[in-house]
Protein backbone atom coordinates (compact mmCIF):
# COMPACT_ATOMS: atom_id res chain seq x y z
CA UNK A 1 0.00 0.00 0.00
CA UNK A 2 1.14 3.37 -1.02
CA UNK A 3 2.69 5.13 2.67
CA UNK A 4 3.57 8.96 2.94
CA UNK A 5 6.45 9.77 1.08
CA UNK A 6 8.89 13.12 2.80
CA UNK A 7 12.16 14.38 0.90
CA UNK A 8 14.81 14.74 1.56
CA UNK A 9 15.34 12.22 4.24
CA UNK A 10 18.41 13.95 5.36
CA UNK A 11 19.19 17.56 5.16
CA UNK A 12 22.38 19.51 6.45
CA UNK A 13 22.49 23.15 6.30
CA UNK A 14 23.84 26.16 7.86
CA UNK A 15 22.76 28.57 10.59
CA UNK A 16 20.73 31.31 9.51
CA UNK A 17 20.09 29.32 6.08
CA UNK A 18 17.02 28.23 4.91
CA UNK A 19 15.26 24.50 4.20
CA UNK A 20 12.26 23.37 2.19
CA UNK A 21 11.00 19.92 3.10
CA UNK A 22 8.38 17.82 0.81
CA UNK A 23 5.64 15.92 1.95
CA UNK A 24 3.87 13.48 -0.09
CA UNK A 25 0.43 12.33 0.90
CA UNK A 26 -1.61 8.86 0.49
CA UNK A 27 -3.46 8.75 -2.40
CA UNK A 28 -6.67 10.24 -1.90
CA UNK A 29 -6.30 11.64 2.14
CA UNK A 30 -7.27 15.16 2.37
CA UNK A 31 -5.74 16.03 5.78
CA UNK A 32 -1.87 16.92 6.15
CA UNK A 33 0.20 17.27 9.01
CA UNK A 34 3.42 18.17 10.26
CA UNK A 35 5.09 17.30 13.63
CA UNK A 36 8.93 18.29 15.07
CA UNK A 37 10.61 15.82 17.21
CA UNK A 38 13.96 17.63 18.87
CA UNK A 39 16.56 15.14 20.55
CA UNK A 40 14.74 13.02 22.89
CA UNK A 41 11.54 14.68 22.81
CA UNK A 42 8.15 13.54 21.78
CA UNK A 43 6.93 14.88 18.56
CA UNK A 44 4.83 18.41 18.78
CA UNK A 45 2.20 19.14 16.19
CA UNK A 46 3.61 22.64 14.05
CA UNK A 47 0.55 22.88 11.12
CA UNK A 48 -1.90 21.17 9.58
CA UNK A 49 -4.39 21.58 6.05
CA UNK A 50 -7.44 20.29 5.32
CA UNK A 51 -8.83 20.51 1.46
CA UNK A 52 -5.64 22.81 0.54
CA UNK A 53 -6.43 25.45 3.64
CA UNK A 54 -4.71 25.56 6.63
CA UNK A 55 -6.65 24.12 9.47
CA UNK A 56 -4.88 24.59 12.65
CA UNK A 57 -1.52 25.90 13.95
CA UNK A 58 0.39 24.65 16.32
CA UNK A 59 4.42 25.35 18.10
CA UNK A 60 5.27 26.62 14.56
CA UNK A 61 7.56 29.35 14.92
CA UNK A 62 7.05 33.16 12.31
CA UNK A 63 10.55 31.72 10.54
CA UNK A 64 8.31 29.03 8.99
CA UNK A 65 5.75 28.90 6.70
CA UNK A 66 4.17 26.40 4.70
CA UNK A 67 1.74 25.12 2.47
CA UNK A 68 -0.61 22.23 0.27
CA UNK A 69 -0.65 22.17 -3.20
CA UNK A 70 -3.33 21.75 -5.57
CA UNK A 71 -1.70 18.30 -6.13
CA UNK A 72 -2.33 17.61 -2.23
CA UNK A 73 1.65 17.66 -1.18
CA UNK A 74 2.53 20.01 1.28
CA UNK A 75 6.34 21.52 1.59
CA UNK A 76 7.49 23.21 5.06
CA UNK A 77 9.55 26.22 4.39
CA UNK A 78 12.26 27.46 6.90
CA UNK A 79 14.31 30.51 7.13
CA UNK A 80 16.87 31.66 9.09
CA UNK A 81 17.79 28.66 10.52
CA UNK A 82 18.61 28.24 14.36
CA UNK A 83 20.60 25.13 16.06
CA UNK A 84 17.81 24.58 17.87
CA UNK A 85 15.75 23.43 14.67
CA UNK A 86 17.91 20.74 14.34
CA UNK A 87 14.74 17.78 14.56
CA UNK A 88 13.20 15.14 12.94
CA UNK A 89 10.28 16.64 10.89
CA UNK A 90 7.61 14.24 10.46
CA UNK A 91 4.27 14.75 7.64
CA UNK A 92 1.21 12.84 8.36
CA UNK A 93 -1.72 12.52 6.47
CA UNK A 94 -4.93 11.42 7.34
CA UNK A 95 -8.26 10.92 4.91
CA UNK A 96 -10.53 8.35 2.73
CA UNK A 97 -12.07 5.22 4.57
CA UNK A 98 -9.17 5.64 7.77
CA UNK A 99 -10.20 8.31 8.81
CA UNK A 100 -9.36 8.20 12.48
CA UNK A 101 -5.59 7.50 11.70
CA UNK A 102 -3.08 9.62 10.92
CA UNK A 103 -0.51 7.89 8.70
CA UNK A 104 3.02 9.00 9.45
CA UNK A 105 5.68 9.71 6.97
CA UNK A 106 9.84 8.61 7.83
CA UNK A 107 10.79 12.13 8.74
CA UNK A 108 13.37 13.91 7.55
CA UNK A 109 16.42 14.20 10.24
CA UNK A 110 17.06 18.44 9.81
CA UNK A 111 20.63 19.45 11.22
CA UNK A 112 21.67 22.63 11.71
CA UNK A 113 25.53 23.39 12.25
CA UNK B 1 -8.03 17.85 24.63
CA UNK B 2 -8.18 15.49 27.97
CA UNK B 3 -4.52 14.86 29.84
CA UNK B 4 -3.00 11.65 30.17
CA UNK B 5 -0.54 9.82 32.43
CA UNK B 6 1.34 6.79 31.55
CA UNK B 7 3.95 5.05 32.88
CA UNK B 8 7.65 6.05 31.82
CA UNK B 9 9.01 3.24 31.18
CA UNK B 10 7.95 -0.66 31.39
CA UNK B 11 10.07 -4.25 30.63
CA UNK B 12 8.24 -7.54 29.09
CA UNK B 13 9.48 -10.83 28.59
CA UNK B 14 9.35 -11.72 25.05
CA UNK B 15 6.64 -13.48 23.82
CA UNK B 16 4.23 -12.14 26.81
CA UNK B 17 1.41 -9.94 27.00
CA UNK B 18 2.38 -6.60 27.69
CA UNK B 19 -0.15 -4.56 29.20
CA UNK B 20 0.37 -0.88 29.25
CA UNK B 21 -1.75 1.16 31.11
CA UNK B 22 -2.97 4.91 31.22
CA UNK B 23 -4.63 7.35 33.68
CA UNK B 24 -7.27 10.24 31.53
CA UNK B 25 -9.65 10.79 34.35
CA UNK B 26 -10.70 14.05 32.57
CA UNK B 27 -11.89 12.27 29.33
CA UNK B 28 -14.53 13.93 28.01
CA UNK B 29 -17.67 12.08 26.58
CA UNK B 30 -16.85 12.75 23.02
CA UNK B 31 -13.41 12.19 23.64
CA UNK B 32 -12.06 9.45 22.31
CA UNK B 33 -8.51 7.20 23.70
CA UNK B 34 -6.13 6.39 20.61
CA UNK B 35 -2.69 4.65 21.31
CA UNK B 36 -0.01 5.00 18.74
CA UNK B 37 3.75 3.98 18.85
CA UNK B 38 6.77 5.03 17.62
CA UNK B 39 9.99 2.51 16.75
CA UNK B 40 12.95 4.57 17.67
CA UNK B 41 13.13 7.58 15.47
CA UNK B 42 10.42 6.56 12.87
CA UNK B 43 6.87 8.14 12.28
CA UNK B 44 4.50 7.43 15.10
CA UNK B 45 2.20 4.08 13.86
CA UNK B 46 -1.67 3.85 14.48
CA UNK B 47 -2.43 1.37 16.76
CA UNK B 48 -5.97 1.17 18.04
CA UNK B 49 -8.34 3.81 18.93
CA UNK B 50 -11.74 3.59 21.34
CA UNK B 51 -14.89 5.05 22.84
CA UNK B 52 -15.95 3.16 25.79
CA UNK B 53 -16.01 -0.52 24.07
CA UNK B 54 -13.45 -2.81 24.17
CA UNK B 55 -11.85 -3.24 20.64
CA UNK B 56 -9.63 -5.29 19.39
CA UNK B 57 -7.62 -5.66 15.88
CA UNK B 58 -4.82 -7.94 14.74
CA UNK B 59 -1.94 -5.52 16.55
CA UNK B 60 -3.69 -5.42 19.75
CA UNK B 61 -6.70 -4.76 22.18
CA UNK B 62 -7.78 -2.00 24.46
CA UNK B 63 -9.64 -2.51 27.63
CA UNK B 64 -11.26 1.11 28.84
CA UNK B 65 -12.47 1.61 32.34
CA UNK B 66 -16.73 1.62 32.74
CA UNK B 67 -16.19 4.74 34.01
CA UNK B 68 -13.58 5.53 31.19
CA UNK B 69 -11.22 7.18 33.71
CA UNK B 70 -8.45 4.44 32.20
CA UNK B 71 -7.45 2.10 29.68
CA UNK B 72 -4.80 -0.83 28.99
CA UNK B 73 -3.39 -1.41 25.80
CA UNK B 74 -2.53 -5.03 25.19
CA UNK B 75 -0.14 -6.61 22.94
CA UNK B 76 -0.66 -10.29 23.65
CA UNK B 77 2.43 -11.75 22.69
CA UNK B 78 4.91 -9.43 22.78
CA UNK B 79 8.14 -9.60 20.19
CA UNK B 80 11.47 -7.64 19.68
CA UNK B 81 9.98 -5.91 17.18
CA UNK B 82 7.62 -4.15 19.64
CA UNK B 83 10.14 -2.47 21.83
CA UNK B 84 8.92 1.23 20.96
CA UNK B 85 7.45 4.23 22.31
CA UNK B 86 3.99 3.84 23.50
CA UNK B 87 1.51 6.95 23.54
CA UNK B 88 -2.04 6.98 24.92
CA UNK B 89 -3.79 9.99 23.11
CA UNK B 90 -7.08 11.46 23.89
CA UNK B 91 -8.89 13.32 21.87
CA UNK B 92 -12.29 14.28 19.97
CA UNK B 93 -13.48 11.81 17.69
CA UNK B 94 -13.66 12.60 13.78
CA UNK B 95 -16.74 14.46 12.75
CA UNK B 96 -16.30 16.14 9.61
CA UNK B 97 -13.81 18.59 8.66
CA UNK B 98 -11.25 19.86 10.88
CA UNK B 99 -7.40 19.39 11.61
CA UNK B 100 -7.92 16.38 14.73
CA UNK B 101 -3.90 17.15 14.89
CA UNK B 102 -2.25 14.85 17.94
CA UNK B 103 -1.18 16.14 21.13
CA UNK B 104 1.38 13.66 22.41
CA UNK B 105 2.42 13.61 26.09
CA UNK B 106 5.69 11.41 27.30
CA UNK B 107 4.42 7.93 26.40
CA UNK B 108 5.52 4.66 27.92
CA UNK B 109 9.22 3.01 26.93
CA UNK B 110 8.08 -0.41 26.20
CA UNK B 111 11.10 -2.66 26.05
CA UNK B 112 10.42 -6.13 25.45
CA UNK B 113 13.50 -8.55 26.78
CA UNK B 114 14.36 -11.65 25.15
Known amino acids: AAGVIQSPRHLIKEKRETATLKCYPIPRHDTVYWYQQGPGQDPQFLIS???????DKGSIPDRFSAQQFSDYHSELNMSSLELGDSALYFC????????????FGPGTRLTVL | DAKTTQPTSMDCAEGRAANLPCNHSTISGNEYVYWYRQIHSQGPQYIIHGLKNNETNEMASLIITEDRKSSTLILPHATLRDTAVYYC???????????????FGKGTKLSVIP
Open chain 1, 92 to 103: ASRGGSSYNEQF
Open chain 1, 49 to 55: FYEKMQS
Open chain 2, 89 to 103: IVRVGYSGAGSYQLT
